[in-house]
């Protein structure tokens, strides 16, 4: 007799099939991609591929990859010197209408709101090192990462008039 762990395991296993179509995916998000491609891709027919990709993933063929492209998105917006159009169309959406669309469908905000609460988030994630008296300099990756986002001088130290917008579990965390 099986223990419950094992039929879990596999009950969650995905089949290879899937596993490589969500891998291919992932891989060419930029490019048009078609449902006769991924299934062809995993020899598959698209009806039955198109069944079997929902029942594992949970996810319509369509919503996976705009999921995809929406989380690669996500991961371009910390770069503040690309424009919200080029992140669309680096991610592969066609136009940006349709990008903005699916990101709000998605996150529930536009792609404009996202990275201004992204950019507040930053900012209060170095108020709350300039509270812990740490200053932002070359060396420290988790510091630059956060300098590069919101502050563009170097060895520069937050005054305390920009805490105010700040959390305090923010500030706990990095003091």
Do not use: W
Request: proline share 3%.
């Amino acid at each position: 007799m099986k223990s419950n762990q094992l039929v879990m395991q596999a009950a969650n296993r995905e089949k290879p099939a899937i596993a490589s179509a969500k891998q291919f995916i992932r891989e060419h998000y930029t490019e048009q991609l078609s449902l006769h491609k991924v299934s062809s891709n995993v020899n598959m027919s698209p009806f039955y591929f198109s069944k079997q990709f929902r029942k594992a993933s949970g996810f319509s063929f369509t919503e996976f990859i705009s999921r995809t492209r929406i989380e690669k998105a996500k991961d371009f917006m910390l770069n503040p010197n690309l424009r919200i159009s080029e992140i669309g169309f680096e991610t592969g959406f066609q136009s940006l209408t349709h990008f903005n669309r699916v990101f709000r469908k998605i996150t529930g905000q536009s792609p404009t709101e996202y990275r201004g609460r992204l950019s507040a988030s930053t900012e209060c994630q170095l108020a709350g090192i300039a509270r812990a008296g740490l200053t932002t300099e070359p060396g420290n990756e988790t510091l630059e990462m956060l300098q590069i986002k919101n502050n563009p001088r170097k060895n520069h130290r937050l005054e305390s008039d920009r805490l105010a917008g700040c959390t305090t579990t923010m500030l706990a965390r990095a003091g």
